[in-house]
Structure formats: C-alpha cells, structure tokens
C-alpha cells in the first residue's frame, strides 16, 4: 500500500530580550549554573510577574512577519506540571487566547499554514551526570521568554520539513526577534508525525519527537519514523499516541511515555498577570517598523541586482549574508562578484571552520575591498583568496595587509625587466639550452622570474618581457 506522510511542527524560539520575561534577569546564554536567577524566575512563594513588553511587540512581529491575525485581547494561563526544572511546576503559557493565530508561511509551491504563535517561558535544564549517578539543576534558563510557533500538519517529507524551518528562522533572524542559535537551543522543533494510507482523509495516530535542534536530525528522524510507522500498520499493528526520543548516534527513536492531551495538566487562567490589550495603533507602528523580508529582499536582488534566483536563494537564507551581500557589494560595486565569493570562498572558509553566519566576526566592507583589489589588478585572485581567508580568522584590513607583506602585483615594467634581467644573468646554461632550441629551457626560466618576483606580476608580462631579453 501507498502511505502519505503528514508533519506538524512545534517550533520553540527563545527571543532576543535583554531580560526574562516576568523578572529583570538577564537572558545571556551561558554563565555558572543558577547565577542569572532571582525570586521570581526561581519560584519562590509570594512574589509576582511583571510582563516585559518587549516579548509582546517580539511576538506581534513575529505574527505579522507570518501573515497572522493578532488576537486585540490575549491573556496568559498556567500550565501546570511537576518537573525539577520548573521550580514554580507550572509554566505561565497561553492556551485560550495565544497572541497570534492563523498565519502561514510560504516555501516553494505551497502555503505552511500556521495554527498559532503563544508567549510563555522556558524551564531550567537538568544535567545528568552518569559519573557520580547524579542529576544537576541549572535554573539560569529558567523564565528566559519563549514563541512556541505551532503549524498545521501540513508538510509531508523531511525535505519540505526542513524548507518550512529554515523559512521561519529566516523570518525570526530578519526580523530580530531571535537569534536562532541552533546549538544554543534558541531554536529548536517538536516534530508530529503520522502515516495514512494515499487517499485516507482521517490522520493516522501521531507521535511527537520533541527539543531537536539540528535540521539534519530532525531530517534523519523524519525519514526513519515515518518508516517505523508504517512497517507497524503492514504488520498488523497500531500506532501509540506517544512522546518518543530521537538518538541521533544509533538512528533510531525510543518510546519516553504516553502523550499527554491539554486537559491532562489542569491549565488554568494565570490570576497574577492582567490580560494584554493590543490596540490597532500598536499593530500599525510595529507592521510600519518591520524590516525587509526573506522574499521581498530576494525578489529585489534579482530586480536591482540582475542576480540569479539560486544566488538570491543562499543569500537570503541567512540575515548575516544579506547584510554581508549588501555591504560588500555597496564596497566594491560589484553585486554579481560578491555573490560569487560569498557562494564559494566564504561558504567554504565557513563548512571548514565550522562557523555559522551568525558567528561571522569579520567587518563585511572587508569582503568588498578583497573584490575591489583583485578587479582592479592590484593582486591577482589566488593572492585575493589567501587575504580574504585571514581577513574571516582575524578580521585584518586588506589593505594594510598587503601592503605589509608586500603582496602587491607589481605593474612597474622596468622593475620587473630589472629582476629578469637578473635571472637571465645567473641563468646562463637555460638560456644557452634555450636558444638551442630546448623550450622547456624557457618555461624554466619563466618560472625563476616568477620566483625571484616572489609571484607579484602577471605571468604573462614576465614570460614576453623574457623573450625580449633573452632575444628571440
Ligand atoms: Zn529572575
């Protein structure tokens, strides 16, 4: 039989705020265990949250950046739940009245329609260490706000699963709300899937895989749950609504436990937070305020630029290389050849360090002043490559650069026949073998010009600058 693979995806992003949500601590990724924590994000009794705005206008522009309607009147309610990482065990979420509702995002030939976009706050994390056989708290994270971004189960292979999340983490980085550091856990998807039969309108029973935080697990996951699924309904078995575990090493999923529906955790409404009220003025200033996005920036790149849609397509995937693109190009006034060091020299330079775009350390004019240097003929484009690899490990300025290692090509042709000259001195038998008719005698002594001009002019002048010299 034909089976259809249907995907919903939970997405939690932790958003750019300097503080948490319902206290002044900071959001810093990182620091020692339990020192960004205070009364209120570590539960104690008696205290109260007070609600950062700037988590609401984060997600009134996430919403409207996917095409939402945003709920004018939404409230907070508690989740509750015992677990060591949530010291308060509840969670302060939305489930009644989430903030935004109904959107959608658009991959290549076909609408991901978004269910809803709720606030609430992350948990700690546990650290289990099997060496001393002991579970840790760190409750640093704990309070740090949260979108949960949950889409409809509209997606049906691993490939439009992960078009739909590069999509939105596109849209989350352009728009500043997040800075989606996968290995940071900024960004990271529960993933809902189920099987049917081509041609069945009812959804299969679903599992969950949550917290996964890399596009090619969740890619591998896809692929082999699916599989599993559908290996038990040919077998005769049925599917258990359940909450399974992802192990990338082994490659395989584990049952965790039985899923549990919204009613098993008695949510109710949140008594310490008034509800929010969103005026239509709130809406119209951050709509007015909302940046170019991923494809209104690459339908203009290939209208203003002349860019080929697949350049446009690397390029905007990422916020840092849109902004690398614009500044180096503006540099060197060269769009074509800046999308063409990016897609190659800087990718690789990238995949071989291991950097991601937002970790880019380097002034992005740089990239424009390498391009400009190599298509003015001031260094040639192997010189161009070697200068741009130091100018992304040290961020150096190209130009003082080569100007102190003294990499310039050097265009001054009586200097360059003065060196020659030099050469066709010490090399006497060469030119002897040379002028007896031995052209490999000639290539030999091009390639000691080009020694002794330590590579700095163009071979071409050097190699008719020798037969001048040496006579015929
Ligand atoms: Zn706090």
């Given at each position: 039989m034909e089976y259809e693979i249907v995907i919903g995806l939970e997405v939690h992003t932790e958003l750019a705020?300097?503080?948490k949500i319902f206290c002044g601590?900071?959001?810093?990724?990182?620091?020692?265990?339990?020192?960004?924590?205070?009364e209120v994000c570590s539960g104690m009794p008696g205290v109260l949250p007070v609600l950062n705005k700037q988590v609401v206008e984060f997600a009134i522009r996430t919403g409207l950046a996917t095409n939402c309607s945003i709920t004018r009147y939404n409230k907070f309610d508690r989740k509750n739940y015992f677990y060591p990482d949530l010291p308060k065990a509840y969670q302060i979420s939305q489930l009644y009245l989430p903030i935004c509702r109904e959107g959608f995002v658009q991959i290549s030939g076909k609408q991901v329609r978004i269910h809803e976009i709720h606030m609430e706050e992350d948990a700690g994390k546990l650290i289990h260490d099997p060496y001393d056989d002991v579970t840790l708290v760190d409750y640093n994270r704990c309070g740090v706000p949260l979108l949960e971004i949950v889409s409809e189960p509209d997606l049906c292979s691993a490939e439009e699963a992960i078009e739909y999340l590069e999509k939105l983490r596109a849209i989350l980085q352009y728009t500043g709300v997040s800075d989606c550091k996968m290995q940071e856990g900024s960004f990271r998807a529960d993933v809902n899937l189920s099987v049917r039969p081509v041609g069945q309108e009812e959804l299969g029973t679903r599992t969950e895989m949550k917290n996964m935080n890399s596009f090619k697990a969740i890619a591998r996951a896809i692929e082999c749950e699916s599989k599993r699924q559908i290996a038990v309904i040919e077998a005769g078995g049925r599917i258990i609504q359940e909450t399974r575990r992802w192990d990338d090493n082994k490659g395989k999923s584990f049952a965790m436990r039985t899923k549990e529906d919204a009613h098993d955790y008695k949510y109710f409404p949140e008594p310490d937070l008034p509800p929010i009220s969103i005026s239509e003025s709130d809406i119209d200033r951050v709509r007015a305020a909302l940046p170019e996005l991923p494809d209104a920036k690459k339908a203009r790149y290939i209208k203003e630029y002349g860019l080929p849609e697949y350049d446009t397509e690397i390029i905007t995937r990422s916020v840092e290389l849109t902004r690398l693109f614009e500044e180096a190009s503006a540099r060197c006034s060269s769009p074509k050849d800046t999308a063409n060091w990016i897609m190659t020299e800087l990718l690789r330079l990238m995949s071989d360090a291991g950097v991601l775009p937002e970790d880019?350390?380097?002034?992005?004019?740089s990239l424009g002043k390498v391009i400009a240097l190599v298509s003015s003929g001031k260094i040639n484009r192997g010189t161009g490559k070697k200068v741009f690899a130091k100018v992304f490990a040290e961020n150096v300025d190209p130009e003082s650069y080569i100007r102190e290692h003294n990499l310039a090509l050097v265009t001054d042709t009586a200097a360059i026949r003065a060196e020659l000259e030099q050469v066709v001195a010490a090399n006497e038998k060469s030119v002897a073998e040379y002028r007896g008719g031995k052209e490999q005698a000639f290539q030999y002594l091009i390639g000691q010009g080009m020694r002794a001009l330590r590579g700095k002019a163009p071979a071409n002048v050097v190699g008719e600058l020798l037969h001048e010299i040496v006579g015929c």
């Open positions: 705020t300097a503080s601590c900071t959001t810093k990724f990182g620091g020692e265990p339990n020192t960004h924590v205070c880019l350390a380097f002034d992005f004019a």
